[in-house]
């Protein structure tokens, strides 16, 4: 159970939507745990089992709510592209307290819509939930960040977690995969998975599952899927800055492991940043497939381009010296 989050400053910090946790009046007696207060609604509808799931469909990112943020002092930089994603770990929801609230996106949040809450994943855009003790899954739209609890993956609505039976327990493993326009149609013939019985509030809950044990180490690696992604992720990979060298400084825009990936995600960033005059370059060293550009003759001038790239693609190059950089 969770939070949903706006955005506060531009581009660096996101604060709990609605009210962040405060200290009771002198004399109350302190809440024994973070949004402990949440809960499900006070009468959960006969039908919820029949919401039907969200329907992927293109939708453009959102302006804001995709940049990079720190929340309890952690880092996270949103994906605002097309590639696909499969993660394992703790699904948990959140429900009345936050509803009629602000999500990050700016959307008010309805407990019995099927939405979702997670760190990095595009806003919006849709994922299949399973849940992996019962095979049960949804379709969701991402529309809010969270959860920021260790090992939690994602944050469901409320009517999200009851149809996968996990809204009683409060948590439960599940696989989440990224799903997009083009498997709507798919998605929509197939229908979902057998949903398990909806919860009722009386229900004393559950201890929440015990994740699989893999789920802790997995639960913030994103893995691509077996096929080749339209326009590949750049691994986040940080090259240490050095002194200045004669050789001049290079600007990384990405490092793959497999050198199709590099390749694409060249002829990428090539048509993106169609006001680059020299060739776009693919390095390959030590198993990795680095693209960059350069060498630049000074720090200053491989800093604007940097600040030119960063402003057309959203994300900033790691400069380093030229004698540093692996080979061609």
């Known amino acids: 159970m969770r939070r949903a989050l706006a ?7 996101v604060a709990a939507c609605g009210t962040a946790p ?5 004399g109350e007696p302190k809440k024994p745990a973070y949004y402990s207060d949440d809960g499900p609604p006070d009468s959960v509808p006969a039908d919820i089992a029949l919401i039907p799931d969200a329907v992927p469909t293109a939708e453009p990112y ?31 929801w959140y429900g009345r307290k936050f ?44 529309n809010d960040r969270g959860p920021f609890h260790e090992g939690r993956v994602i944050d469901l609505s409320y009517a999200a977690a009851a149809k996968l039976g996990i809204a009683g327990p409060g948590s439960g493993p599940v696989e989440v995969e990224r799903v997009f326009a083009r498997d709507a149609g798919t998605i929509v013939a197939a229908g979902p998975r057998p949903p ?11 201890s929440p599952p015990a994740p699989p044990a893999t789920a802790a180490a997995s639960a913030s690696v994103t ?38 990936n ?8 090539s048509r993106e940043l169609s006001w680059i005059l020299e060739p776009i370059q693919v390095a390959s060293a030590g198993g990795l497939h680095r693209v960059r550009l350069g060498p630049y003759k000074t ?30």
């Open 7 to 13: 955005l506060l400053a531009p581009a660096l910090v």
């Open 22 to 26: 405060k200290a009771p009046p002198k």
């Open 62 to 92: 959102h302006r804001y709510a995709n940049r990079p943020y720190t929340v309890f002092g952690r880092s996270y930089a949103p994906v605002v592209n097309d590639e696909p994603m499969r993660e394992r770990g703790l699904a948990s």
């Open 99 to 142: 509803h009629g609230q602000k999500t990050s996106s700016g959307e008010v949040y309805d407990m019995f819509a099927m939405t979702a809450a997670h760190k990095t994943l595009p806003i919006p855009s849709f994922a299949r939930v399973t849940n992996l003790k019962s095979g049960a899954s949804v379709v969701v739209r991402v």
């Open 196 to 206: 398990a019985a909806a919860p009722r509030p009386a229900s004393p809950p559950a």
């Open 223 to 260: 893995t691509p899927l077996r096929t080749e992604p339209p326009v590949p992720r750049p691994a986040e990979i940080e090259t240490p800055l050095v002194a200045p060298a004669s050789g001049g400084f290079i600007l990384q825009l990405g490092a793959f492991s497999s050198v199709d």
């Open 262 to 269: 590099a390749e694409s995600f060249r002829a990428h960033v």
């Open 299 to 328: 720090r200053e001038e491989a800093q604007a381009i940097a600040d030119k790239i960063r402003a057309s693609l959203d994300f900033a190059p790691v400069i380093s010296p030229a004698q540093n950089a692996p080979p061609r």
